[in-house]
């Protein structure tokens, strides 16, 4: 996470990606038993929560607790806008929930709603960033934007992804 | 979205905020002129600030206030 800091975006997208399972045993804990369709949404928003804070992190400080109180407040926040669904008796539905719970790495789309209701370009540029997994540059070059406009638009998509995320409470 | 679609979004996002720490700073230089000229126009000093200070229950006032900013700062 230092590296990731100091600009190091190799090490960056490393530390992301190794977080991700951990985050993920971090929300199955906190929700107790049974298959949860909202735990990638969880993830989600728990990584896009971790990288717009990420210079708040104190790093004389351990990473981890501060991860962990991330995933704590997010699956709180999830609990609270899913009206508590997880405290519903389960054992008539356990087939078909079973059914349900999705393969690890796909979520209810959650973010993708909202990414629905950004900006005609800031949906763009972020679609493109991530689900085409083109380059900055090429973006760019495909949208008829200059490098930074698409930085920009980048990183003020994302915020926004975060605070519709919040905005549902 | 995948949740590795979203974690190539943001490692190419290299825009950072800025640290709360600064912030305060940058916050605090901007305001503290502010608040002594609003103090200085609107309340003013006492007509007899000189003769308090000598009394020591005035200036333990300040230290009382300082010492509660200083660790609230740091």
Redesign the interface.
């Known amino acids: 996470m230092q590296a990731a800091n100091r600009g190091d975006e190799r090490a960056y997208r490393q530390l992301l990606t190794e977080l991700a399972p951990l985050l993920r045993a971090m929300v199955r804990r906190s929700l107790g038993g049974g298959g949860h369709a909202d735990v990638e949404d969880i993830v989600q928003e728990c990584l896009l929560a971790i990288h717009l804070k990420r210079q708040t992190w104190d790093e004389s400080l351990p990473l981890l607790p501060w991860v962990g109180a991330i995933a704590r407040n997010k699956t709180i926040d999830s609990l609270r806008r899913r009206g508590r669904r997880t405290e519903v008796p389960i054992e008539p539905l356990e087939e078909v929930l079973a059914a349900e719970t999705p393969a690890e790495g796909l979520s209810t789309g959650e973010i993708d709603r909202a990414l629905a209701a950004l900006t005609t370009r800031q949906q763009a540029v972020v679609r493109a960033v991530s689900v085409d997994g083109i380059s900055i540059r090429e973006t760019g070059a495909k949208l008829a934007m200059s490098e930074g406009a698409v930085r920009v638009a980048l990183h003020r998509g994302l915020a926004a992804l975060s605070a519709m995320m919040r905005k549902d409470q | ?20 720490g600064r912030a305060l700073s940058m916050a605090l230089v901007a305001s503290l002129p502010v608040a002594l000229l609003l103090f200085l126009v609107i309340l003013g000093p006492r007509p007899d600030f000189a003769t308090a200070l000598e009394n020591l229950r005035f200036p333990l006032k300040f230290v009382l206030t300082l010492a509660l900013a200083v660790p609230a700062l740091a």
Do not use: F, W, Y
């Open positions: 979205m995948r949740t590795d679609d979203l974690i190539r979004a943001l490692a190419q996002d290299g825009q950072k905020g800025r640290p709360p």
